[in-house]
């Protein structure tokens, strides 16, 4: 099954087992349930469930037969949701526009600048498999270890507020992208590694190491 998030048209879902012509689409839009038709991210749990975040809220589409098949997150109501990150303990943090959510076990706790975060507006989340949550703001990235943030601050000194993507390595060491270059967090050190990736002012919007070590990352264009 492939799921399109889209800004604008909501959710297209594809189901093919070959990708050929004959493939069947449905679209899953307001009238269905969702928050918002401005769809910013998408997450799929170890159940199958899909999370998608919108402009204005967070839903999950059960992969359980029987029940809602699109619920929304009330406390998220009019909030912008750019990025879900679930963790191994099957928390499921939520970066807004309004500080980071955390639903474990069926309890919601927000965390905001009182908890540590430069800012609550939030650009990108990544869970290590060490279990720490890494927050990109609009006022630099932060880390979380057993619920207290901590604000990372480069060697350099610029500020780092337009990170859009994170990944960890198998080290533990985080990769940042900025606007202005790639940061690694290593040794609680802050370093500048690489220019920009993209090419001209093309953001990087997604990172992701996969199981060689490998760091991939997609940007505009």
Same mark, same amino acid.
């Given at each position: 099954?492939?799921?399109?998030?889209?800004?604008?048209?909501?959710?297209?879902?594809?189901?093919?087992?070959?990708?050929?012509?004959?493939? =069947? /689409?449905? !679209?899953? =839009?307001?009238?269905?349930?969702?928050?918002?038709? !401005?769809?910013?991210?998408?997450?799929? %749990?170890?159940?199958?469930?899909?999370?998608?975040? =919108?402009?204005? @809220?967070?839903?999950?589409?059960?992969?359980?037969?029987?029940?809602? #098949?699109? +619920?929304?997150? #009330?406390?998220? %109501? @009019?909030?912008?949701?750019?990025?879900?990150?679930?963790?191994?303990?099957?928390?499921?943090?939520? @970066?807004?526009?309004?500080?980071?959510? !955390?639903?474990?076990?069926? *309890?919601?706790?927000?965390?905001?600048?009182?908890?540590?975060?430069?800012?609550?507006?939030? &650009?990108?989340?990544?869970?290590?498999?060490?279990? &720490?949550?890494?927050?990109?703001?609009?006022?630099?990235? +932060?880390? /979380?270890?057993?619920?207290?943030?901590? +604000?990372?601050?480069?060697?350099?000194?610029? +500020?780092?507020?337009?990170? /859009?993507?994170? $990944?960890?390595?198998?080290?533990?060491?985080?990769?940042?992208?900025?606007?202005?270059?790639?940061?690694?967090? /290593?040794?609680? $050190?802050?370093?500048?590694?690489? #220019?920009?990736? @993209? #090419?001209?002012? *093309? &953001?990087?919007?997604?990172?992701?190491? %996969? &199981?060689?070590?490998?760091?991939?990352?997609?940007?505009?264009?």
């Amino acid at each position: 099954h492939l799921w399109i998030a889209t800004l604008g048209q909501g959710l297209l879902h594809v189901r093919s087992g070959d990708w050929s012509d004959q493939a =069947t /689409s449905e !679209r899953i =839009t307001q009238q269905q349930g969702l928050t918002s038709d !401005r769809v910013l991210s998408l997450f799929e %749990d170890a159940e199958g469930n899909i999370w998608v975040g =919108t402009s204005v @809220g967070l839903n999950r589409l059960s992969a359980h037969v029987g029940g809602a #098949p699109v +619920a929304s997150r #009330p406390e998220f %109501d @009019g909030h912008n949701v750019r990025a879900v990150a679930i963790a191994a303990d099957d928390t499921v943090w939520t @970066g807004t526009d309004r500080g980071v959510n !955390r639903l474990s076990r069926g *309890r919601s706790q927000w965390f905001r600048e009182a908890e540590g975060l430069p800012s609550g507006v939030v &650009r990108a989340l990544h869970t290590g498999a060490d279990g &720490r949550l890494w927050v990109a703001t609009d006022q630099g990235p +932060a880390v /979380s270890d057993r619920g207290r943030f901590t +604000a990372l601050h480069a060697a350099d000194g610029l +500020a780092l507020n337009q990170i /859009s993507a994170i $990944t960890t390595d198998a080290e533990g060491d985080a990769w940042m992208f900025d606007a202005r270059g790639v940061y690694r967090w /290593s040794d609680r $050190t802050m370093t500048r590694v690489a #220019p920009a990736p @993209g #090419p001209g002012e *093309r &953001r990087v919007s997604s990172a992701l190491t %996969d &199981r060689h070590g490998r760091i991939w990352a997609g940007f505009s264009g």
